[in-house]
């Protein structure tokens, strides 16, 4: 075939899909726009997830934090009325000691009131948004997640008091959960491979979050200035969605809705950017010529999905974050601050293993991952109770294990979802079932805080 001619010049989406197949024997820039739209999503993964881990990596700081300084301040009321009332009794040379008779290392308040305000404002946001945030173009949806992410990091850095500190908790909850819900719905205008570059890239929030709020406390760094550190990640979430991504011309990004019969006569010219190896001819992409019965219709098929991946979230994150605190071994050279700090990097890094897996190991049964995790939980439940394990490394590598199936869970639940679903209810269906591990993980911690109040209170 003769090929001197043909010219590689940078062409519109529209033109690329006006030309007929056979002109294109190599595909060169449609196997470039492949990977780069892969990456993108990858990074979009990373950078919205970011947020969400890191709060929950410094869940344990921001508690004993705030509470160091109530009882700094409590101290001082102390001292001054003793010196008014008694000053012939000798004066206090340290703050009264927390006074807690409890056979584990506690925090007043669990470590799951931190993921219950990182996760409920992202359960309302998914049990609402699909209905309507189809007539939110994304762009706008982007420069909110890229606010409130931004906004979580400075409120939490600046924070005095608990109080505020969950306020910035609750704003990294909107960025994430309208980030997870814009972004999966944004996959089905594209070729499915970001499917799982955007789980990757979400896998790789959890490792990077974690391994970097780790690092940096370790190395020196308070929380606080950790946090204000991280204050990049907001702009390359913009950087990769506004400059690495190719937008097809069918996604909205400026426009607001239109009208459906003002949308219907451009139905046909506006098509989402798929390979020519796709083979299907698609009539339209989208929910937003979806109506509400249509969307209510569709919701019963994507429960044989959620229910296995709630469950899977609800367990691990009970683990998380009613457990982790209490898993602590005294005879080690790390501090409970930081064991917690290990535990939530490991873990993360099971996420990010299994998350970037999808290509290598495909699982169709999710309900069997619902089932060793469950075992999981409830093995490392007894482990608290009676204290058996005798070694902080078992439990570091039990935790591996938790999160390589939480990261199957995720990855093959919406591989699934995107192989299976047709094309027209693609985009809401992703949108739709990334509301169970919210509705899992909002059960855990709703239970972990009576449970950790529970051993606590045991002497």
Same mark, same amino acid.
Not at 353 to 377: F, P
């Given at each position: 075939?003769?090929?001197?001619? =043909?010219? #590689?010049k940078q062409q519109s989406d529209s033109e690329w899909e006006d030309e007929e197949v056979g002109s294109f024997p190599l595909v060169p820039p449609l196997q470039a726009s492949r990977w780069r739209n892969t990456a993108g999503f990858w990074l979009l993964g990373l950078c919205n997830n970011f947020a969400y881990v890191v709060m929950l990596s410094a869940a344990h700081d921001i508690l004993r934090g705030q509470e160091a300084q109530n009882r700094t301040a409590e101290f001082e009321v102390f001292t001054t009325s003793i010196s008014y009332n008694a000053s012939s009794l000798p004066p206090l040379s340290s703050p009264p000691p927390n006074s807690n008779s409890s056979r584990y290392d506690c925090n007043a308040i669990s470590t799951a009131a931190i993921l219950l305000a990182d996760i409920l404002p992202t359960l309302v946001i998914k049990f609402t948004a699909p209905f309507f *945030?189809?007539?939110v173009p994304y762009n706008y949806r982007v420069l909110l997640c890229f606010l409130t992410a931004a906004g979580s990091f400075l409120i939490v850095s600046y924070s005095t008091t608990i109080t505020v500190s969950l306020l910035g908790v609750v704003f990294a909850s909107i960025s994430s959960g309208l980030g997870e819900?814009?972004?999966?719905? /944004?996959? %089905?205008?594209?070729h499915r491979d970001v499917v799982a570059g955007w789980s !990757?890239?979400?896998?790789? %929030?959890? +490792?990077i979050g974690a391994l970097s709020y780790l690092g940096l406390t370790w190395a020196g760094f308070s929380p606080q200035c950790t946090l204000l550190v991280m204050l990049v990640i907001p702009v390359v979430m913009l950087c990769s969605y506004f400059l690495l991504l190719i937008h097809p011309p069918s996604v909205p990004r400026w426009k607001w809705h239109t009208p459906a019969w003002r949308s219907l006569e451009a139905t046909s010219d506006r098509q989402p950017l798929m390979d020519h190896d796709s083979c299907a001819q698609h009539t339209g992409v989208g929910s937003r010529n979806l109506t509400f019965s249509e969307k209510a219709c569709i919701i019963p098929g994507l429960l044989k999905y959620m /229910?296995? *991946?709630? +469950?899977v979230y609800f367990a691990e994150y009970f683990i998380n974050q009613g457990l982790f605190e209490l898993l602590y071994f005294k005879n080690t050279v790390l501090t409970h601050a930081l064991q917690y700090r #290990?535990?939530? =990097? /490991?873990?993360?890094?099971?996420?990010f293993i299994s998350r970037s !897996?999808? @290509?290598? *190991? !495909?699982? @169709? @049964?999710i309900w069997m991952l619902a089932l060793l995790q469950c075992v999981n939980m409830f093995f490392l439940l007894f482990a608290v109770y009676y204290l058996f394990i005798p070694s902080m490394y078992i439990i570091m590598t039990l935790i591996v294990y938790e999160g390589l199936l939480g990261g199957a869970a995720y990855v093959n639940t919406f591989n699934n979802i995107s192989q299976e679903s047709k094309e027209e209810h693609r985009e809401f269906a992703m949108s739709a079932a990334c509301v169970a591990d919210t509705l899992g993980i909002s059960l855990s911690g709703a239970v972990a805080i009576p449970v950790?109040?529970?051993?606590?209170?045991?002497s």
């Amino acid at each position: 075939m003769e090929r001197r001619n =043909m010219n #590689w010049k940078q062409q519109s989406d529209s033109e690329w899909e006006d030309e007929e197949v056979g002109s294109f024997p190599l595909v060169p820039p449609l196997q470039a726009s492949r990977w780069r739209n892969t990456a993108g999503f990858w990074l979009l993964g990373l950078c919205n997830n970011f947020a969400y881990v890191v709060m929950l990596s410094a869940a344990h700081d921001i508690l004993r934090g705030q509470e160091a300084q109530n009882r700094t301040a409590e101290f001082e009321v102390f001292t001054t009325s003793i010196s008014y009332n008694a000053s012939s009794l000798p004066p206090l040379s340290s703050p009264p000691p927390n006074s807690n008779s409890s056979r584990y290392d506690c925090n007043a308040i669990s470590t799951a009131a931190i993921l219950l305000a990182d996760i409920l404002p992202t359960l309302v946001i998914k049990f609402t948004a699909p209905f309507f *945030l189809h007539l939110v173009p994304y762009n706008y949806r982007v420069l909110l997640c890229f606010l409130t992410a931004a906004g979580s990091f400075l409120i939490v850095s600046y924070s005095t008091t608990i109080t505020v500190s969950l306020l910035g908790v609750v704003f990294a909850s909107i960025s994430s959960g309208l980030g997870e819900i814009s972004f999966l719905g /944004l996959t %089905a205008y594209y070729h499915r491979d970001v499917v799982a570059g955007w789980s !990757s890239g979400t896998g790789g %929030a959890g +490792i990077i979050g974690a391994l970097s709020y780790l690092g940096l406390t370790w190395a020196g760094f308070s929380p606080q200035c950790t946090l204000l550190v991280m204050l990049v990640i907001p702009v390359v979430m913009l950087c990769s969605y506004f400059l690495l991504l190719i937008h097809p011309p069918s996604v909205p990004r400026w426009k607001w809705h239109t009208p459906a019969w003002r949308s219907l006569e451009a139905t046909s010219d506006r098509q989402p950017l798929m390979d020519h190896d796709s083979c299907a001819q698609h009539t339209g992409v989208g929910s937003r010529n979806l109506t509400f019965s249509e969307k209510a219709c569709i919701i019963p098929g994507l429960l044989k999905y959620m /229910l296995p *991946l709630s +469950i899977v979230y609800f367990a691990e994150y009970f683990i998380n974050q009613g457990l982790f605190e209490l898993l602590y071994f005294k005879n080690t050279v790390l501090t409970h601050a930081l064991q917690y700090r #290990w535990y939530q =990097m /490991l873990y993360q890094a099971g996420v990010f293993i299994s998350r970037s !897996s999808v @290509k290598c *190991l !495909s699982i @169709k @049964k999710i309900w069997m991952l619902a089932l060793l995790q469950c075992v999981n939980m409830f093995f490392l439940l007894f482990a608290v109770y009676y204290l058996f394990i005798p070694s902080m490394y078992i439990i570091m590598t039990l935790i591996v294990y938790e999160g390589l199936l939480g990261g199957a869970a995720y990855v093959n639940t919406f591989n699934n979802i995107s192989q299976e679903s047709k094309e027209e209810h693609r985009e809401f269906a992703m949108s739709a079932a990334c509301v169970a591990d919210t509705l899992g993980i909002s059960l855990s911690g709703a239970v972990a805080i009576p449970v950790h109040n529970y051993f606590c209170n045991l002497s």
